[in-house]
């Protein structure tokens, strides 16, 4: 099946530092998503993202809808150890329901 | 308000068996949705159940079905059991009208 490519794959960094992951995909969607997992659990919803452009944000976390609706952008700021997890983008056409499709997940590792 | 909830956790079958899945969505959210997530295949769109008709079918084999009950709790049916349905099945509802998706904890699948 479909998925969506995330960057990087995984990242290690310390504490209090900024975080950039991006999507991308080959078609269009008109709503984007993201969601954190933690191990052994479901994904969590984080933002979610309506129109090309939009910037959102949702405490230390910021996500962008890019232009192009190819692509979505997630930052976190200041990074804590909490923020360990796995993170998604998910696109969504709303022409075919509630289809999600999943981009293949960035590994977030926060060392003190 | 409760959240997606979903039974059993953690199941064990043998190939060629069937199992069930069970899925109670967050209260009022009539839509449901199943997914598969596998290390190989990351997460994958099975179905979507709204007021118990099925809405949206992903790219998997007729040995995968479901059904939705009037009151929107959702289940899901795996025959002939094969080793690569091992997977963490996770669920996830919405309300009518909304794009965003609440994901249940998952049922971890192990085919021995």
């Known amino acids: 099946g479909q998925q969506l490519n995330q960057s990087p794959q995984s990242m290690f960094i310390q504490e209090g530092e900024d975080v950039s992951m991006n999507c991308t995909s080959s078609s269009i969607f008109n709503t984007w998503l993201w969601y954190k997992q933690d191990p052994g659990e479901g994904p969590v919803l984080l933002i979610a993202?309506?129109?090309?452009?939009e910037l959102t944000s949702n405490g230390r976390l910021t996500a962008q809808f890019g232009i192009t609706r190819k692509d979505s952008f997630l930052n976190i700021s200041a990074s804590i150890p909490s923020d360990v997890g796995i993170y998604f983008c998910?696109?969504?056409?709303?022409?075919?329901?509630?289809?999600?499709?999943f981009g293949t997940g960035t590994r977030l590792q926060v060392t003190l | 308000k409760a959240g997606v909830t979903q039974t059993p956790r953690y199941l064990i079958k043998t190939r060629g068996q069937q199992v069930t899945l069970s899925c109670s969505p967050i209260s009022g959210h009539r839509s449901v949705s199943w997914y598969q997530q596998t290390p190989g295949q990351g997460l994958q769109f099975l179905f979507e159940?709204?007021?118990?008709?099925?809405?949206n079918k992903g790219n998997f084999p007729g040995r995968f079905s479901g059904r939705q009950f009037s009151n929107s709790r959702s289940e899901m049916n795996v025959s002939t059991l094969e080793l690569g349905d091992s997977a963490l099945y996770l669920c996830a509802s919405s309300l009518r009208g909304r794009w965003e998706q609440y994901f249940g904890p998952g049922t971890r699948l192990t085919v021995t």
């Open positions: 998910a696109g969504l056409n709303t022409g075919t329901a509630s289809k999600l499709t």
């Open positions: 993202l309506y129109k090309a452009g």
């Open positions: 159940y709204f007021s118990e008709t099925q809405r």
